[in-house]
């Protein structure tokens, strides 16, 4: 049982627009930035979104973070093949005083 | 280029030792936090432990407190976890992964690509 909630799947086709969601609490989520990470099949997981919204160079505008209270959103615009992987949300818990990861959220284009 | 490169996992039997390594290269290593993050077969990402940039910070997931050590040798760029008393279900893929500040609490920019330890019998 993971800290932080995410669906454990989310599907589109290409050219729409998914979002997966990330529920916490206020130790982590209500306190502090959340930070995606992208894992392509077989492969380690890459920084896809930092500070709740923040992309690193080379992520595609495409995909964009938000936060608001104890809860977190990434949205996926103009689904591409090469968007399937999964996607996991994270955040700092301030209580236990470690790193939570969401369950992972496998998207598939259809 | 940044570059983090995991080693020293392998199969060891139930209540063995292991201790695996990361070097890095392509920035100043001691400026930086450190991380271990675990996946086990088909499953999610599980952060195991933290170290800040001069080791002063040290954080541990229950799940391995008491069992694991990570530590760092900063002159050799090389970072460590020293994982005792093996269960199976620490039967993963293990990945260091950087911090993008000298303390733990920002977000991991940088990740290796991952060495498996087996436990089994």
């Known amino acids: 049982q993971s800290v932080l909630t995410q669906p454990p799947s989310a599907s589109g086709t290409p050219g729409q627009r998914v979002t997966i969601s990330c529920s916490g609490s206020s130790s982590n989520i209500g306190s502090n930035t959340v930070n995606w990470y992208q894992q392509l099949p077989g492969t380690a997981p890459k920084l896809l979104i930092y500070n709740n919204n923040q992309r690193p160079s080379g992520v595609p505008d495409r995909f964009s973070g938000s936060k608001s209270g104890t809860s977190a959103s990434l949205a996926i615009s103009g689904l591409q093949s090469e968007d399937e992987a999964d996607y996991y949300c994270?955040?700092?818990?301030?209580?236990?005083?470690?790193?939570?990861f969401g369950g992972g959220t496998k998207l598939t284009v259809l | 280029e940044v570059q983090l490169v995991e080693s020293g996992g392998g199969l060891v039997k139930p209540g063995g030792s292991l201790r695996l390594s990361c070097t890095v290269s392509g920035f100043t290593f001691s400026s930086y936090s450190m991380n271990w993050v675990r996946q086990a077969p088909g499953k999610g990402l599980e952060w195991v432990s933290s170290?800040?940039?001069?080791?002063?910070?040290?954080y541990y997931a229950d799940s391995v407190k008491g069992r694991f050590t990570i530590s760092r040798d900063n002159a050799k760029n090389s970072l460590y976890l020293q994982m005792n008393s093996l269960r199976a279900e620490d039967t993963a893929v293990y990945y260091c992964?950087?911090?993008?500040?000298?303390?733990?609490?920002?977000?991991?920019?940088?990740w290796g690509q991952g060495t498996l330890v087996t436990v089994s019998s």
């Open positions: 994270a955040a700092w818990d301030d209580s236990l005083n470690v790193w939570v």
């Open positions: 992964a950087r911090d993008s500040t000298p303390y733990s609490g920002s977000y991991f920019d940088y």
């Open positions: 170290i800040s940039s001069s080791d002063s910070y040290i």
